[in-house]
């Protein structure tokens, strides 16, 4: 080139606005394996309803729910009751919520999470 034997210090443009997000995304995900906080996943809580009879109530119980800002689905598939809540636990919901005639009865939900730790029956208040 016509630069000679002129040397010039070469500059470096660093942009990694994102870099460090995505670096934190990557060990989060790393680090718990997919199964993200509660505070953080995009799948918080699924009801099922044990049969189509119930599918109401879990449309109320997800209405209620989804009203004090949490991401709640309804799984109103035909599949029958244990692999509605196979597909919740595959899906890595955090707590999946079995709503059936008791439940009805009594306004409450059975709680469990994705890893079947099964939590009680509970009001949906709570």
């Known amino acids: 080139g016509g630069l000679g034997d002129r040397h010039?210090?070469?500059?470096?443009i660093h942009r990694a606005i994102l870099g460090s997000v995505e670096r934190m995304i990557a060990i989060l995900t790393e680090h718990t394996a997919g199964k993200w906080p509660f505070w953080?996943?995009?799948r918080q809580a699924i009801v099922v309803p044990v049969s189509e009879h119930h599918l109401e109530?879990?449309?109320m119980v997800q209405q209620k729910i989804h009203?004090?800002?949490y991401y709640i689905d309804v799984d109103s598939s035909n599949n029958t009751l244990n692999k509605k809540i196979r597909d919740g636990q595959l899906a890595q919901y955090n707590y999946i919520l079995v709503v059936g005639a008791e439940?009805?009865?009594?306004?409450?939900?059975?709680?469990?999470?994705?890893?079947?730790?099964?939590?009680?029956?509970?009001?949906?208040?709570?």
Request: proline share 5%; hydrophobic share 30%; no cysteine.
């Open 67 to 69: 009203a004090e800002g």
């Open 40 to 42: 953080l996943s995009p």
């Open 103 to 126: 439940e009805v009865a009594a306004n409450t939900v059975n709680i469990r999470t994705r890893d079947n730790e099964r939590h009680g029956t509970r009001t949906i208040d709570e």
């Open 8 to 12: 010039e210090r070469p500059i470096i």
């Open 57 to 59: 109530y879990a449309n």
